[in-house]
């Protein structure tokens, strides 16, 4: 059975950076793995995916420029290094598994409990 388990996020000032990852164990099927967020009292908004046999990820235009996944097979870890945060970042993170790559969440059949970005102005 696949688990996911989100770490490394924390209080960062503006401009600052932050690595995140997700570490997947159990059994691994799942041919993606993605990241969104969730600022308060919003909707869960799609960042990447990541697509596990090609080693190829793809980015939302909410992502683009400032953040990059990578993934280290033998550990089954995805990474998201994220550069230059701003405030707006500021959303619950969540690393998701499922068999589309897709920006959809739905598609997502698992998914991690979270780790907590905090930017401060």
């Known amino acids: 059975q696949e688990q996911l388990a989100e770490s490394g996020g924390g209080l960062v000032e503006t401009g600052g950076s932050l690595k995140l990852s997700c570490k997947a164990s159990?059994?691994?099927?799942?041919?993606?793995l993605a990241w969104f967020r969730q600022g308060p009292g919003e909707k869960r908004d799609p960042l990447t995916f990541?697509?596990?046999?090609?080693?190829?990820?793809y980015y939302h235009d909410a992502a683009k420029g400032r953040f990059t996944a990578s993934v280290d097979s033998a550990k089954n870890i995805l990474y998201l290094q994220m550069n230059n945060l701003k405030p707006e970042d500021t959303a619950t993170y969540y690393c998701?598994?499922?068999?589309?790559?897709?920006?959809?969440?739905?598609?997502?059949?698992?998914w991690g409990q979270g780790t907590q970005v905090d930017v401060s102005s």
């Open positions: 159990g059994y691994i099927n799942s041919r993606y």
């Open positions: 998701a598994a499922g068999n589309t790559g897709t920006y959809n969440a739905e598609y997502y059949h698992l």
């Open positions: 990541f697509n596990m046999a090609r080693g190829e990820a």
